[in-house]
């Protein structure tokens, strides 16, 4: 079992940074592949970034050179920093585990949820 808190979220101007973090419960961290998704008002909650056990990483193209998402094993944590925030970046920001240790961008396949923080960037 693995346990998610985020943090981080708030609100932000347009063209300003955030950095969320999750922090994880369970020994087994570091071998979980782990993802943040979104869901903005009205609408489906959407993949944003994933990180494997190797460090291998993949976007969504609507955050590619804007985010960046990365984890600290020794602190149990994963991070994604938002740099160049718009509008259209509003939402609850959730992050997910899933034990294998293959990137992916499917909801579904994610085993562990956070409770989500909220993200609004104002224009």
């Known amino acids: 079992q693995v346990q998610l808190v985020e943090s981080g979220g708030g609100l932000v101007q347009a063209g300003g940074s955030l950095r969320l973090s999750c922090a994880a419960s369970?020994?087994?961290?570091?071998?979980?592949?782990m993802g943040w998704f979104r869901r903005a008002p009205g609408k489906e909650r959407e993949f944003v970034a994933t990180?494997?056990?190797?460090?291998?990483?993949y976007y969504a193209d609507s955050v590619k050179g804007r985010f960046t998402i990365s984890r600290l094993s020794a602190k149990n944590t994963v991070y994604l920093q938002m740099n160049s925030l718009k509008p259209e970046d509003t939402a609850v920001y959730y992050c997910?585990?899933?034990?294998?240790?293959?990137?992916?961008?499917?909801?579904?396949?994610?085993?562990?949820w956070g409770q989500g923080t909220q993200v609004t960037v104002s224009s």
């Open positions: 997910a585990a899933d034990a294998r240790p293959i990137a992916v961008a499917v909801e579904s396949e994610y085993d562990f």
């Open positions: 990180i494997t056990l190797r460090g291998n990483t």
């Open positions: 369970g020994r087994t961290f570091s071998t979980y592949t």
